[in-house]
């Protein structure tokens, strides 16, 4: 199991950014695929982006064009920026690492608890 804390939620109003980070405690993080989810309220939690070992992403159509993923391995970060926020964004973001991507976007590894992230129209 790998540690996970999640900053950088807030208030913002809609087209605003923020930028989420992450940061992993284990001493192979570049070995963990990493992602963000969110969890809105009444909904299931949902993928939002997510960047293999080789630093390749993914993204939800939702977001594509706005969000970008990005990790630094030296620092055992990864960090999520939300550009041009929309209400819809509003949810708890939870970032997760597991050492195969497939698995992580089914939800089968380590998780973060939440940073909540609120976009006012």
């Known amino acids: 199991q790998v540690q996970l804390v999640e900053s950088g939620g807030g208030l913002v109003q809609a087209g605003g950014s923020l930028r989420l980070s992450c940061v992993a405690s284990t001493r192979t993080f570049s070995s963990y695929a990493m992602g963000w989810f969110r969890q809105a309220p009444g909904k299931e939690r949902e993928s939002v982006a997510a960047?293999?070992?080789?630093?390749?992403?993914l993204y939800a159509d939702s977001v594509k064009g706005r969000f970008t993923i990005s990790r630094d391995n030296a620092k055992n970060t990864v960090y999520l920026q939300m550009n041009n926020l929309k209400p819809e964004d509003t949810a708890v973001y939870y970032c997760?690492?597991?050492?195969?991507?497939?698995?992580?976007?089914?939800?089968?590894?380590?998780w973060g608890q939440g940073t909540q992230v609120t976009v006012s129209s």
């Open positions: 997760t690492a597991d050492l195969g991507i497939a698995t992580m976007l089914k939800g089968s590894g380590s």
């Open positions: 960047i293999t070992r080789s630093g390749g992403s």
